[in-house]
């Protein structure tokens, strides 16, 4: 089955501490994309990438980076500069940039204390 | 300056009570229209994609269609399994694939 793997699906961690979330697509996808969700808001895009070796931010990427070394995976890491990290954060793709509809994957929420 | 406002809020329905969602949205060029259903602690679902003004996509019970300004998700018959939290998202002309999403409607349909 294609699809979007995130792991892991829980996370916690102490303030001050990086984490770093995984996101695996086998789709052949070119576009990937990081977004987060909070109670009551929209999903706000932190990260995206059209291609290998290339990614931009997005709307709120304070505190966060990204790398991009394969087709399939973009991991995102929470950097201890982020000030309010606690979220509900989902990686999507899309067969390539522009108007086509982009798959989530099932989302990993990050509890930071 | 939310580009996207979806409403209402919440929604309680009968099964079998049919009811419409609006997405109204403020771009100057309109790209893509997407509606996605999310189930708690989960990540969206692709519902359907809306390009120009007039057009119309169904699926089961979901029916979408969009005007200049908004989109309406209609919900005919609904039984419980629809309950969700409906999300609208707009992508604008002049962007490269980066999505606007509204806050979402949660619907409760009960037996």
């Known amino acids: 089955d294609g699809g979007i793997t995130q792991s892991p699906k829980y996370l916690f961690r102490k303030e001050g501490q990086n984490v770093t979330l995984s996101c695996e697509q086998n789709l052949n996808h070119d576009a990937m994309y990081w977004y987060r969700q909070d109670p009551g808001q929209g999903l706000r895009l932190i990260y995206y990438s059209q291609i290998v070796n290339d990614f931009q931010k997005g709307d709120i990427a304070e505190g966060y980076s990204v790398s991009r070394e394969k087709k399939e995976s973009f991991p995102l890491t929470v950097t201890s500069a982020q000030k309010n990290p606690t979220a509900f954060y989902l990686c999507?793709?899309?067969?390539?940039?522009?108007?086509?509809?982009?798959?989530f994957g099932p989302g990993t929420r990050l509890t930071v204390t | 300056e939310d580009q996207v406002t979806q409403s209402p809020e919440a929604l309680r329905l009968q099964e079998g009570e049919s009811s419409s969602l609006n997405c109204s949205y403020t771009?100057?060029?309109?790209?893509?229209l997407f509606w996605y259903r999310q189930d708690p602690g989960k990540g969206p679902e692709f519902l359907f994609t809306l390009y120009s003004a007039g057009e119309e996509k169904e699926k089961e019970r979901l029916k979408a269609t969009l005007t200049k300004k908004e989109s309406f998700l209609h919900i005919t018959a609904p039984k419980p399994e629809d309950s969700a939290t409906y999300l609208c998202?707009?992508?604008?002309?002049?962007?490269?694939?980066?999505?606007?999403f509204g806050a979402g409607t949660q619907v409760v349909v009960t037996p």
């Open positions: 999507a793709s899309s067969i390539e940039e522009g108007a086509y509809e982009q798959y």
């Open positions: 998202a707009v992508q604008e002309t002049d962007s490269w694939g980066k999505l606007q």
């Open positions: 771009v100057s060029g309109l790209r893509g």
